[in-house]
């Protein structure tokens, strides 16, 4: 499986993008895929993940209420989209996706990871 991300890009406090992640490949319909980021000399985290079989989405606290992640099954693809973006929402975005089990919220839970698109909001 292979992910492509796209979207990324600068914005004012207060904006708005919307990211997309094609997946490629051997892709399977049993796919969890998500959003994860890292901001210059943190950890990488959670932003949102979607499970395969129409559960409801997992977001991080932090962006809840201004992120919704969405995904067309037809198309493998999956889409976060962003708004009243803030100044520490900057960080270079991925996207990931897994076949498994394991708890969606873990990072080490997904086997799969695109390259990552920078999102920059300026003050």
């Known amino acids: 499986v292979q992910l492509q991300a796209s979207g990324g890009g600068w914005v004012q406090t207060g904006g708005s993008l919307r990211l997309s992640c094609a997946a490629s490949g051997r892709t399977f319909r049993a796919v969890d895929m998500g959003w994860f980021r890292q901001a210059p000399g943190k950890e990488r985290e959670l932003v949102a993940v979607?499970?395969?079989?129409?559960?409801?989405?997992v977001y991080a606290s932090s962006v809840k209420g201004r992120f919704t992640i969405s995904r067309d099954q037809a198309k493998d693809t999956v889409f976060l989209q962003m708004n009243s973006l803030k100044p520490e929402d900057t960080a270079v975005y991925y996207c990931?996706?897994?076949?498994?089990?394991?708890?969606?919220?873990?990072?080490?839970?997904?086997?799969?990871w695109g390259e990552g698109t920078l999102v920059t909001v300026s003050s």
């Open positions: 990931a996706a897994k076949t498994n089990s394991a708890s969606l919220d873990k990072i080490l839970s997904y086997e799969y």
């Open positions: 979607m499970p395969w079989r129409g559960d409801r989405p």
